[in-house]
């Protein structure tokens, strides 16, 4: 009897002792979130590291590492945001952070514009398409903008045209079309598109109508959410809602009303993905701005 009450105390401690950790990890946790959702960017990563190496057994490291790099991100600070989210996806490749950041964090890393390319069965079609860029130059998708020398955009808008009149597919055409968004909303190295030339406002203005066309018309070319494109549209427009507030792809965001619309669109194209990237960006923003 006597062993069995000793037994009942150590297991009541060993569950119940571990509840107020567990509630303790989440509040520390939670107000590490408030925080850096107020820009109190230093409170919460040093809140953060004193989570991480509290020694409290409930602690999940990839969630705190997932935190730490949101919070360099929304602070401008990407290489440490970067720094974070692989250290994480290295040591927990199979947590559900890591798959939540692994493309943003590959894409950003990769140079070359082939993401795209790679499900590419026809090689005809990969080679045409990769041809185009002999005549401009893309920015990396997850690189801040900067601007290169002009070489013959214009060139490559034909040709993408020429493209465009060859393959039916809507999954090739999709592809097509997103490059030539790219160009004419200005995301390219060669001073050409929206916010990227020294043209007069009627170009400016027609770069920026063709381009939302672009983005109606890349909408309607996938199929549905499970669409191997429809990545591809979630990150078109977060990077048009950019383009629009005047911002650069890391750094603190300015909303307007313009921008606005595109970012609620990111947020409504991944209502079936709550942890998408783009779509936790495009929330934080809107609460700061609101």
Not at 134 to 163: Q, V
Request: proline share 2%; aromatic share 14%.
């Amino acid at each position: 009897m006597k062993r069995l009450l000793i037994l009942t105390l150590f297991i009541s401690h060993v569950i119940y002792g571990q509840i107020p950790q567990q509630k303790s990890y989440q509040i520390e946790l939670q107000k590490s979130i408030d925080y850096y959702s107020v820009n109190l960017f230093n409170k919460a990563k040093e809140n953060l590291i004193q989570l991480l190496y509290s020694g409290i057994d409930s602690v999940d490291e990839a969630e705190i590492r997932y935190h730490l790099g949101l919070c360099s991100y929304y602070e401008g600070k990407r290489f440490s945001a970067i720094q974070q989210w692989e250290k994480m996806a290295s040591k927990y490749p199979n947590h559900q952070r890591s798959k939540e950041v692994r493309n943003f964090v590959q894409s950003y890393i990769k140079e070359k514009e082939d993401i795209f390319t790679s499900e590419i069965e026809n090689i005809e079609f990969k080679t045409e398409l990769e041809h185009g860029l002999l005549f401009w130059t893309p920015i990396t998708t997850n690189e801040k903008l900067f601007w290169g020398d002009l070489k013959e955009p214009l060139t490559a808008m034909k040709y993408y045209s020429e493209l465009l009149s060859k393959y039916e597919e809507p999954n090739k055409q999709f592809k097509i079309l997103y490059f030539r968004f790219r160009l004419l909303g200005g995301f390219n190295q060669d001073n050409f598109g929206y916010k990227n030339s020294q043209s007069g406002q009627l170009a400016q203005n027609t770069y920026r109508s063709e381009s939302q066309q672009l983005l109606e018309k890349l909408e309607t070319l996938v199929k549905d959410k499970n669409d191997p494109n429809y990545g591809l549209l979630i990150q078109a427009n977060y990077l048009w809602a950019l383009n629009l507030s005047d911002s650069k792809l890391f750094g603190r965001v300015k909303i307007n009303r313009f921008s606005k619309e595109y970012f609620n669109k990111v947020i409504s194209l991944t209502d079936h993905q709550p942890t998408n990237i783009y779509r936790k960006f495009s929330q934080h923003w809107l609460k700061v701005v609101n």
